[in-house]
């Protein structure tokens, strides 16, 4: 089973990519969902992290006092407690990413159980994270700098800081356009994005797939 990391940027149009991936019939795993949607995919199982319940809960609470109302994550209250503050985002990240390497496990044995040779797996901080070493090949979507900051800034909530602070966190475009296997522009339509994702898929075929294998024999 071929593993194909999908990563962009904040603004990129990377959760509009993933979409055309799915209406394909590739198995996309969404982790960025998994965890401030609170919902991962798994056996056909949905689990919390962020709600009441959620696995999340109780290690947030404890390391981020006041970000717990009525048992589940006020991911509001949260990002406040972690925005440009890198240690209390490396807290987070200890607590979280155990959590989503679960969950993305369970979903790539589900999804080879279901038959698929081929999956997506839709990673915000792939590069920034190591993931790119755990996938076969890595699919970057990107658009032009000025595109990218008036999509963001148009969303709710959202400031030219907070903007400019997540920015921070992320590797810069163009690295990881050099870096990827596959670049798709999103600022040329969704007509040109849909040609694209089928050209990659089709050249998706040619590629061995090796980390699957790898990481199952690692596991323990």
């Known amino acids: 089973m071929l593993l194909v990391g999908l990563t962009g940027s904040i603004g990129m149009g990377k959760s509009e990519t993933a979409k055309m991936f799915a209406a394909l019939g590739v198995p996309v795993y969404d982790a960025d969902a998994a965890v401030h949607a609170?919902?991962?995919?798994?056996?056909?199982?949905?689990?919390?992290?962020?709600?009441?319940?959620?696995?999340?809960v109780a290690p947030i609470g404890a390391a981020f006092p006041g970000t717990?109302?009525?048992?589940?994550?006020?991911?509001?209250?949260?990002?406040?407690?972690?925005?440009?503050?890198?240690?209390?985002?490396?807290?987070?990240?200890?607590?979280?990413?155990?959590?989503?390497?679960?969950?993305?496990?369970?979903?790539?044995?589900?999804?080879?159980?279901?038959?698929?040779?081929?999956v997506v797996l839709d990673v915000p901080l792939l590069f920034e994270t190591g993931g790119d070493t755990r996938v076969d090949a890595v699919v970057v979507v990107s658009a032009p700098a000025d595109i990218q900051r008036a999509r963001v800034l148009a969303r709710p909530g959202m400031t030219a800081e907070k903007f400019e602070a997540i920015l921070k966190r992320q590797t810069a475009d163009a690295m990881k356009r050099a870096r990827a296997h596959y670049v798709i522009d999103t600022h040329l339509g969704l007509d040109h994005a849909r040609e694209r994702v089928a050209y990659v898929l089709e050249d998706l075929k040619r590629r061995e797939a090796r980390i699957w294998a790898a990481r199952k024999a690692a596991a323990p």
Do not use: M
């Not at 991962?40 to 962020?50: F, P, S, T």
């Not at 979280?96 to 369970?106: F, N, R, S, T, W």
């Open 38 to 56: 609170g919902r991962i995919a798994a056996d056909a199982a949905v689990h919390a992290l962020y709600d009441v319940g959620g696995l999340a």
């Open 68 to 118: 717990v109302v009525d048992g589940k994550v006020d991911r509001t209250r949260l990002a406040a407690a972690t925005l440009g503050d890198d240690a209390a985002i490396k807290r987070l990240e200890a607590i979280i990413h155990p959590l989503v390497g679960k969950a993305q496990l369970d979903f790539l044995h589900a999804a080879e159980a279901g038959g698929a040779h081929l």
